[in-house]
């Protein structure tokens, strides 16, 4: 079952298309890795999904409901933890959730079992009753987590939720997430780094310039890229200096400075080798390769001119 569907969501800013006729499906309890540049339009979709902003055009679905017709709902059964911003600097962390908790309308008691709960949950029990402006930035990002599982939500939105942490606090995060897709809930959250998504995500959804480039599991985009290609690694002796290729291809970029990976539509070693040759290259391998996933997003989102 489809936890999340859109369909043709489209959210314009200023004649400029933030997101642009997005088509996704995340499955309940899987883990989502929203991944794309900065100004892709990954925190435009968010807000859309949470009935936080109004798109121009399409409809978004959470667990069945329609986010336009029932915000209020969407909101009920979802948690949000943002970029940046959310916290009271001058309330406790315990305090900051239990501010928060009066908005669900969550009992007094209730809350302050949740809120003790939900701050051994993120690592922050020892800090409970330090005011958070003088907390880390790996520690506000635990709070905000905490503080986006307070009304026990089916799915969660994370926002860059590893944005500005150390190498050990992105572990952690990561370590979290799992946590919750064990617990059973759904976790969409949005990255711009290739090998966090890759590591903790069941599903991937690619997206630059506000359009949804590939998605499905990291077996499925890769397989979905490779329709129709052969992709080709050819190592020279000498360092590589290339402006363009004869040979047909379909796109190539340089991978280290004697190696180049060569996309075509049908296994063209021997042309390639014979062009390099006739350059005055020596070639010491060429091989067919899988892609990797890296070279898929750096292919689909940049093409050539980053190579
Ligand atoms: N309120 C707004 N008014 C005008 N333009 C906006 C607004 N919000 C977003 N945009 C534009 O929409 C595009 C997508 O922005 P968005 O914040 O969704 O991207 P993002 O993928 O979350 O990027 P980042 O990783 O930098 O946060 C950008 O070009 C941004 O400038």
């Given at each position: 079952m489809n936890i999340i569907e859109t369909e043709n969501l489209t959210k314009v800013y200023d004649g400029i298309a933030?997101?642009?006729r997005l088509n996704l499906t995340v499955k309940k309890g899987a883990v989502y890795g929203f991944l794309g540049p900065n100004g892709a339009g990954k925190t435009t979709t968010i807000l859309l999904l949470l009935g936080l902003i109004q798109p121009t055009e399409g409809r978004a679905y959470v667990a069945g409901i329609d986010v336009q017709e029932k915000p209020v709902e969407v909101k009920r059964i979802s948690g949000f933890m943002p970029a940046e911003g959310g916290l009271y600097?001058?309330?406790?962390a315990f305090d900051n959730l239990m501010y928060i908790s009066k908005f669900y309308r969550i009992p007094k008691e209730d809350a302050k079992k949740r809120a003790r709960e939900l701050l051994e949950l993120v690592g922050l029990e020892d800090a409970a009753?330090?005011?958070?402006?003088?907390?880390?930035t790996g520690m506000k990002q635990r709070l905000l987590l905490a503080q986006a599982l307070l009304n026990d939500p089916e799915v969660l939105f994370l926002d860059?939720?590893?944005?500005?942490?150390?190498p050990r606090g992105a572990v952690e995060m990561r370590e979290l997430i799992r946590r919750l897709k064990k617990d059973g809930k759904t976790v969409f959250f949005s990255s711009h780094i290739l090998s966090e998504v890759e590591e903790v995500s069941d599903e991937i959804g690619i997206i630059s310039g506000g359009k949804l480039l590939i998605s499905g599991s990291q077996e499925e985009i890769k397989r979905k890229f490779i329709e129709g290609r052969v992709f080709i690694t050819v190592e020279t002796k000498q360092p590589l200096v290339l402006n363009d290729l004869n040979t047909e291809v379909i796109e190539w970029r340089k991978a280290g400075s004697n190696r180049l990976t060569v996309y075509a539509s049908r296994d063209i070693r021997e042309e390639l080798v014979e062009e390099l040759t006739g350059m005055g290259y020596t070639v010491i391998d060429v091989h067919l390769h899988e892609p990797t996933l890296e070279e898929v997003f750096l292919e689909l989102v940049y093409g050539r001119e980053e190579g």
């Open positions: 933030a997101v642009d600097p001058n309330l406790t009753d330090r005011k958070v402006g003088g907390f880390s860059e939720p590893t944005n500005g942490l150390d």
